[in-house]
């Protein structure tokens, strides 16, 4: 079974908004990731939070942690149409990272 | 540097034939990961390695599927029988030694079809 689940599934915005997405989970963890997957390629690491993290930035992205909800939000701020792509949250509780389903982020020129 | 490759990126096989999928990870990086990704759906890890330790194969689904990992580097996962619920993409993903559970490079995956 997924550990992490994404919502929404699918997210249709214009290019310059944000995007948010969310991740929820069940068990504890140590740390929480995001992962960008293009169409037909690998997943790329965009950004880990730590279980004792509540708010980590890097470049147009924010990520939260709120371990008491069990639940993770994925901020990208003026978005591109470059950002298009399926993003996944993975979380970490040991040596394996267990992935959700992702929300498929579309946007428009 | 290299990135982590998988070969073929696509493969069609018939039902019943067994298929062989390679994973040549980063140098230097202990950590190996196989998932698989069917259509719209996350990834449903598969095998994980770890240097010389024996390998984590609880998500491995059936006794078709086994993969091998010779001298801590190349990885082959080999499907036996291929069914056409096999029908997905493989992907591969290495970890460096300090990164493990934390960060994972990923390769771009085989495709595989059963007809």
């Known amino acids: 079974s997924q550990q992490g689940e994404e919502d929404p599934q699918a997210l249709s915005i214009q290019e310059g908004e944000n995007a948010t997405m969310n991740c929820s989970y069940k068990?504890?963890?140590?740390?929480l990731q995001w992962y960008r997957q293009n169409s037909g390629r690998g997943l790329v690491h965009l950004i880990l939070?730590?279980?004792?993290?509540r708010e980590k930035h890097s470049g147009r992205l924010r990520v939260t942690l709120d371990t008491s909800k069990k639940s993770s939000s994925l901020l990208i701020t003026a978005s591109r149409a470059a950002d298009t792509a399926s993003y996944f949250c993975?979380?970490?509780?040991?040596?394996?990272?267990?992935f959700g389903r992702g929300t498929s982020l579309i946007v428009h020129p | 540097g290299a990135g982590v490759s998988q070969s073929p990126s696509n493969k069609v096989t018939e039902k019943g034939k067994d298929v062989e999928l390679r994973c040549d990870p980063i140098?230097?990086?202990?950590?190996l990961y196989w998932y698989r990704q069917s259509l719209g759906q996350g990834l449903e890890f598969l095998i994980y390695?770890?240097?010389?330790?024996?390998?984590?194969k609880s998500g491995l689904p059936s006794d078709r599927f086994s993969a091998e990992r010779t001298g801590g580097s190349v990885s082959t996962l080999t499907i036996q029988r291929t069914q056409q619920e096999d029908s997905a993409v493989y992907l591969c993903?290495?970890?460096?030694?300090?990164?493990?559970?934390?960060?994972?490079?990923f390769g771009p995956g085989t495709r595989l079809t059963v007809t």
């Open positions: 993903a290495s970890s460096p030694p300090e990164r493990e559970g934390y960060e994972q490079y």
């Open positions: 068990t504890s963890i140590n740390n």
């Open positions: 939070i730590r279980s004792n993290e």
């Open positions: 993975a979380t970490g509780g040991s040596y394996i990272p267990t």
């Open positions: 140098s230097g990086h202990t950590a």
């Open positions: 390695f770890q240097g010389n330790s024996a390998p984590d």
